[in-house]
């Protein structure tokens, strides 16, 4: 068995991989199309083959992909795992595939498995994660997380009012938002946050959020600034936009002025910003211990219509 990156001549093969399991992956639409939008690249799809001649030809027994902004140096998330049915031994098949990947990759990224809600009391679907839970488990990604996924529809939510609280600017100066990022960061209760801040810097970690959204396919021009009627910085409030289109990018209060919910003004904003452009539908998520934020989604008339399952790597030590 050989374990290599895809090239171009692998297509029509990657295409044949199809999971008839109760999970999310990368069937061939989504295949084709992130390809021409590069947020999937041959060198992000990794494979494990039957290759008895050396050639790289030999079918394809497992086939493993990952997400990644299309101008980004290195992949963000696996998306799917997929192993061929003949296979006996599909966890440690599996495990080795996603080691040899991370190990040309210099790191090993997230894993994101979309599933419904009540997904634990559906066989197919705990039988479909249990063994990929596993093999990426053997790989290093062994810590969890659970998302909850919230939208905001037109029609059948209201339209939030301007705040009478708050004073919302843009800044046109990364550093000013990096320090604002930075103020949040202060006791946040969101999962990824909190594991970056144990090996970064909270200088250079705010800075990555700010790259990290200043990547995604919103406007830079989005990005507001929340001030209280005295001129304090109360909050960060960014609209933004991934493939599948808006979404609530990132907002937080900072330690300060926690307690008044103004979660609730910054995300009126956010959603009152999009509907104005004739957006029709927004998603977001939120970690499903961050009970205080959920619950401002459900204020904001956001309703919880899916799961994300997130496995991820220990941080390393500094």
């Known amino acids: 068995m050989r374990f290599r990156p895809a090239v171009t001549d692998d297509l029509d093969r990657l295409l044949g991989c199809v999971v008839d399991e109760s999970i999310s992956w990368a069937h061939p639409e989504r295949l084709l199309s992130f390809l021409e939008s590069r947020n999937y690249g041959y060198d992000r799809i990794w494979l494990a083959t039957g290759d008895d001649t ?3 030809t030999g079918d394809i027994l497992a086939r493993a992909v990952w997400w990644g ?3 980004g140096a290195r992949p963000l998330a696996l998306d799917c795992i997929y192993v061929h049915p003949s296979v006996g031994d599909r966890v440690g098949v599996a495990a080795e595939l996603l080691r040899h990947a991370h190990a040309a990759f210099g790191r090993a990224p997230e894993y994101h498995v979309f599933v419904p809600n009540g997904w634990r009391g559906d066989p197919a679907v705990t039988a479909a994660i249990g063994w990929r839970w596993e093999a990426a488990g053997r790989a290093g990604l062994t810590e969890e997380l659970e998302r909850l996924r919230y939208a905001w529809t037109a029609g059948d939510a209201p339209v939030p009012e301007p705040s009478d609280r708050l004073v919302f600017r843009g800044e046109e100066d990364d550093e000013v938002f990096v320090e604002a990022f930075r103020r949040v960061a202060v006791g946040s209760l969101d999962f990824a946050t909190r594991q970056a801040l144990r090996t970064m810097d909270p200088v250079e970690q705010a800075r990555e959020d700010v790259r990290d959204n200043a990547s995604m396919r919103g406007e830079r021009s989005w990005w507001r600034l929340a001030y209280d009627t005295s001129g304090d910085l109360v909050g960060v409030a960014l609209p933004s936009a991934n493939d599948t289109g808006p979404v609530v990018g990132y907002l937080g209060v900072v330690p300060e ?4 919910r103004y979660a609730d003004d910054l995300l009126a904003e956010i959603t009152r910003f999009h509907a104005e452009r004739g957006v029709q539908r927004i998603v977001a ?7 205080p934020m959920a619950r401002a989604f459900e204020r904001g008339g956001y309703r919880n219509f899916a799961i994300r399952l997130v496995l991820s790597a220990e941080p390393a030590a500094p």
């Open 54 to 56: 050396g050639d790289g």
């Open 257 to 260: 002025h926690r307690g008044h």
């Open 285 to 291: 998520d939120t970690d499903s211990g961050n009970v």
């Open 69 to 71: 902004f299309p101008d």
